[in-house]
């Protein structure tokens, strides 16, 4: 049995796949592509595979995490995945784990880029930084770059994306989702410069 971490990119129309889907769409990759899957031990045995934080529909992931276990003695290879994919899914790494801590402790904190429809608005929110607006109240890091927000959140499993445009509204710089695009660049471990990428940070204590 091999313990497989990976990370996924979700890109197009498959954003508006729910997160609870994912798990069985990237189970079917994998056995698609030759690999048996390992069963949990249960009254109704299902997939072992763990995902990372959930990404709300609409919301577009570049290196979400999730681990599988595998019936196999070797890694599978991206390109043969890449060969059974779906159209917005690609596979962006894999390492294999030693049993120990489980994935969500690696994944404390989210990078997000948030791109506004209207880019005018940009200063409006840079201003709203600099006077002490929290976009989210786990927010570690925000910067207002030229055609864009990068935001860090911490406490993913609780606080995400929907968090941000709420307060977006409540400042006037959107009216909804539909006046913004949002992409998950990371998910790791804040140390207080970066987010720390699941696969840096290991098997955290």
Known sequence: MIRCRFLYAKRGRLCFVPHVEMPPLLCRVFRRAGFRLCRTESFAPKDRISLGPPLPMGVAGLAEPAEIWLDETGLPEIE???SFSHEGLSFVALQAVSEGPNLSKACRDGRY???LKNEDLLQK???LLR???EPA??????IVEKSFIDLVIGDSNQV???AVVRSMKAQ???TGWEDLFIVRTAMGIWDGKRVIPVFEAGEMP
């Open 131 to 133: 006077d002490g607006w």
């Open 160 to 162: 995400g994306p929907g």
């Open 113 to 115: 880029r948030v791109f």
């Open 125 to 127: 929110a840079a201003s």
């Open 172 to 174: 006037q710089l959107v």
């Open 80 to 82: 043969r995945l890449e």
């Open 137 to 142: 109240r786990t927010i570690r890091q925000a």
